[in-house]
């Protein structure tokens, strides 16, 4: 490695993640907790509670689906640089 990939510590240093990147690991993961509140509000019968969950997992998938987008028109990802 060159000296300018390395911090002043000695650690490599990476690019870092693209916001959409981390927007889509953010909402995965509120999917997975309102499917688990979905499942809970269905067994308990709760019907108002799983409307709203299922109307929150609708807004967080098209969410997702509109930064992915956005991450595939910028195109790319890690390339080489050697």
Same mark, same amino acid.
């Given at each position: 490695?060159?000296?300018?990939q390395?911090? /002043?510590?000695?650690k490599p240093?990476v690019?870092? %993640?693209?916001?959409?990147?981390?927007? !889509? $690991?953010i909402?995965?993961f509120?999917l997975? +907790?309102? +499917?688990?509140?979905? !499942?809970?509000? +269905?067994?308990? $019968?709760?019907?108002v509670? %799983?409307g709203?969950? !299922?109307?929150?997992m609708a807004?967080?998938?098209?969410?997702?689906a +509109?930064? !992915?987008? $956005? &991450?595939?028109?910028?195109?790319?990802g /890690? &390339?080489?640089?050697?």
């Open positions: 490695m060159t000296e300018e390395r911090s /002043p510590t000695g240093m690019e870092g %993640t693209p916001m959409d990147v981390i927007h !889509v $690991r909402a995965s509120a997975v +907790f309102c +499917f688990a509140v979905l !499942v809970l509000s +269905f067994v308990g $019968r709760i019907w509670l %799983t709203i969950v !299922v109307a929150i807004i967080i998938g098209i969410y997702m +509109f930064a !992915v987008r $956005r &991450q595939k028109r910028l195109g790319g /890690p &390339q080489s640089r050697g």
